[in-house]
């Protein structure tokens, strides 16, 4: 299996880090990608999957919640560092959650962002919160550019709303704990609306874990909790969850060895 979101950079990580990953591997999972959030993550991202070589990998990117004002010099400075060792960009998008004071901004940077994909021939890692309708309108300016695909991070909507995101081809859902949690509908919306083989697995740790982890710091190694999930959810086995989301995730993540 395939840890398609994790912060391993993230200070929560860093007195235990190597166990983390040994949980991980114990736990059956194949690899770890870790996206970037601001041009600060470039270095850590770097230093941890230059840690863990064959196993963690980078993605680049300017979290929606991360931009300002500066955000021009912060793309400028984060482009020149792009190099063929990232696997993607992300987590990038949109984020009108908590505040829309740098809603023109965010926008703006996601389409550049959305060019990096293009340019570089790089998958995007979306984050998306309280914001699809405008992205899905500014991807769609794109669409027939995003060859390289990507994925729409931390899903958790609708039937409708994941038919949308997946009128955009090459691109997946990806499932974290969410799907465990006891009032969560997404079950039910996976099943009525989404293909197995348009899912890819992530944890999005250190947040979000699992049930029956939930309220520990979350973990590659819990990624088998969630997979267990979709395999109630799809009437198939672990195995076949396994199978069917690491094809995926390789699918869309082609610089993975």
Known sequence: MIDTHIHLDDEKFVEDMDDVVARAREAGIDRM???????ESVDSVLAVCQRFPGYAYPMIGLH???????????????????TPRFIAVGE???????????????????????????DYHLPLVIHLRKAQNE??????????DLTAGGIFHCFSGNEHEAAELLSFDGFALGIGG???FKKATLPETLAKAVPLER?????????????????QRNESAFIPHIAAKLAETYGVDIKTVDAVTTSTARGIFSRLE
């Open 135 to 144: 992205a899905v309108r500014l991807m769609r300016t794109y669409q027939k």
């Open 178 to 180: 969410i799907l465990t």
């Open 92 to 118: 990038v998008g949109l984020d009108y959650y908590w505040s829309r004071e740098f809603e023109k901004e965010q926008l703006e940077v996601f389409a550049r962002q959305i060019e990096w994909s293009i």
């Open 199 to 215: 899912i890819v697995l992530e944890t999005d740790g250190p947040y979000m874990a699992p049930v029956p982890m939930r309220g």
């Open 64 to 82: 929606p919640e991360e931009v300002r004002s500066d955000w021009r010099e912060v793309l400028a400075a984060m482009e020149m560092r792009i």
């Open 33 to 39: 990608l870790v996206p970037g959030i601001t041009l």
